[in-house]
């Protein structure tokens, strides 16, 4: 079993930076590949990156793109989601999962249970 625990969230302002940690506890995340995903009131939870076991292969929804940068550290079993000039309609709760590949992402195999990011105008 693995257990994801997110942190890093927080409230601040249209234009600055944030960055989020996953970290696992069970077993290392290196056999796992691991994604971002985040959730508003009243809207479905959408992908937001995604990043192979290796670390090489990445992926980033077109809403983040050239924003936000999703990276791993192995050795800490920390998966991380740095946000730079955030949005407002950033404003969700944040939620990292783990599956055994990229295309498994679409259905992970474990949730973290969320860190909320609030972003003012």
């Known amino acids: 079993q693995v257990q994801l625990v997110e942190s890093g969230g927080g409230s601040g302002q249209a234009g600055g930076p944030l960055r989020l940690s996953c970290a696992a506890s069970?077993?290392?995340?290196?056999?796992?590949?691991m994604g971002w995903f985040r959730q508003a009131p009243g809207q479905v939870r959408d992908f937001v990156a995604a990043?192979?076991?290796?670390?090489?292969?990445?992926g980033t929804a077109d809403s983040v793109k050239g924003r936000f940068t999703i990276s791993r550290d192995n050795a800490k079993n920390t998966v991380y989601l740095q946000m730079n000039s955030l949005k407002p309609e950033d404003t969700a709760l944040y939620s990292c999962?783990?599956?055994?590949?990229?295309?498994?992402?679409?259905?992970?195999?474990?949730w973290g249970q969320g860190t909320q990011v609030t972003v003012s105008a």
């Open positions: 999962a783990a599956a055994a590949s990229l295309v498994s992402l679409q259905s992970p195999d474990y």
């Open positions: 069970g077993r290392t995340l290196g056999n796992y590949a």
């Open positions: 990043i192979s076991w290796s670390g090489w292969s990445t």
